[in-house]
């Protein structure tokens, strides 16, 4: 299925337009659901959002403390889980709040979150961390992200009722708002995805399209509730994905006012096996075999899906994908290939691992592709061919959501930079301001 790909340029008038409307409609006081003038961070500062990995602690070293906390607005911890009960829970109690005995009984849950259950974990956890990162920065927002792409299994169900809407909802606030007041400013929903198209066993129904609707319209109505309590607005955001088949099963024009922003996935539009093609391309490059999948394609749907540009975050991811015995054509460049090339690890195509690496291995050619903006990495002697984002890829991605009137960008995943890519984010969204 291929998305409409005229360029988001030729709409920036009407984003312009639109965006001016319901801001002032905003200031006029229409109903608490329409945020779309709320910038997060400040007047005309973009949203710079980081997916944090809470296993990244461990299989990469991830510093909490050492976050770019000034560059960022918001961090989204990934993730909380979802059981069998279809109540919210901890991903993982040893690295989220260090409570590492009671994570040794649930191995189900450890297995899946890919950490080692004799780890040490700092005192108070990832969460103590993560307070002590805040009171550094007060600016600073912290999201609970709940499900990811393993963790979605159980959404359908939680969907399903009123009631077990209203389990989900209740338990997800007590576990992250009320038990940890100031904690956590607001909650993330990542099902990937309603209907169909995520991992193979997960239950999906032809009516999560309404349902997800009623599950984000409730979380609204008692975020909403809570914040009168505590005096404070409560965020609810949602991962969304990139492409068509996807987004044509959620109910964008309904859910958007519930929604402070949406973070669009716009990564991962093709990895091995196959034909090799980019992860994240901005543009849809000459010769390319899908011409829809790419992050231009995938923001004109949204906004001419009445999305507000200014409710719209591009995906940038800090990782690429490798293909293995790819034929010595094209560089590379739309040529079969496998998974699994010969001596590839798990992690090694994260940005802080290949700029250390493979692009200080002379085998390894980079190309640019001028029209998508991204580059690849091409070993001709093995047959490996890795695509991925670099600074100047990152920094193109940044500039089209300054010059197209986004709400700003959305990184998978702050354990995969050495700082590079965020300096380059920064600057670049920063530029002419």
Known sequence: MVVQTRRLGFLTERMRLVIFLLAAASSAGCAPGAR?????????????????????????????????????????????????????????????????????????DLAACRVDCNMVASPG???????????????????????????????S???????????????ALDLFIRRSPRLF??????????????????????????????????????????????????ELTIAASARAPEIANIELSRIEPLLDFINVMTYDYHSAPGRTNFNAPLFSPPGDPTPGWNVDASMVAFVNAGVPANKLLVGVPFYGHAYGQVPNANA?????????????????????????????????????????RVPWLYDSTSGTW???????????????????????????????????????????LRANN
């Not at 009171?135 to 159980?154: D, F």
Request: glycine content about 12%; hydrophobic content about 35%.
């Open 36 to 108: 779309t003038s709320d910038t997060s961070s400040g007047a005309g500062r973009s949203r710079v959002v980081g997916y944090l990995a809470s296993w990244g602690v461990n299989s990469k070293g991830t510093n909490i403390a050492s976050l770019p906390a000034r560059d960022l607005t918001h961090v989204f911890y990934a993730f909380a889980n979802i059981d069998g009960k279809g109540e919210v829970v901890l991903g993982n109690p040893c690295i989220d709040v260090g409570e590492c005995s009671r994570a040794s009984k649930d191995s189900s």
């Open 125 to 155: 956890g990832n969460f103590g961390e993560l307070e002590r990162l805040k009171a550094r920065n007060p600016h600073l927002k912290l999201l609970i992200s709940v499900g990811g792409w393993t963790w979605s299994g159980r959404f």
């Open 157 to 171: 169900d939680a969907a399903l009722t009123a009631e077990s809407r209203r389990k989900f909802t209740e338990s």
């Open 185 to 234: 400013d607001g909650i993330d929903i990542d099902w990937e995805f309603p209907v169909a198209g995520g991992m193979e066993g997960n239950v999906e129904r032809p009516v999560d399209r309404e349902n997800f609707s009623l599950l984000l319209e409730q979380l609204r109505r008692q975020l909403d509730e809570q914040g009168v309590k505590d005096n404070r607005h409560y």
């Open 332 to 372: 590379g460049l739309y040529q079969p290939g496998t998974q699994n090339p010969s001596g590839w690890k798990q992690g090694d195509g994260d940005w802080r691992v290949l700029s250390q690496t493979r692009l200080h291995d002379p085998r390894y050619a980079r190309h640019w592709e001028s029209t998508a």
């Open 386 to 428: 890795v695509s991925y984002d670099d600074p100047e890829s990152v920094a193109a991605k940044a500039t089209y959501v300054r010059e197209h009137g986004l709400g700003g960008v959305v990184i998978w995943e702050l354990g995969g930079d050495d700082g590079a890519l965020m300096r380059a984010i920064t600057a670049s």
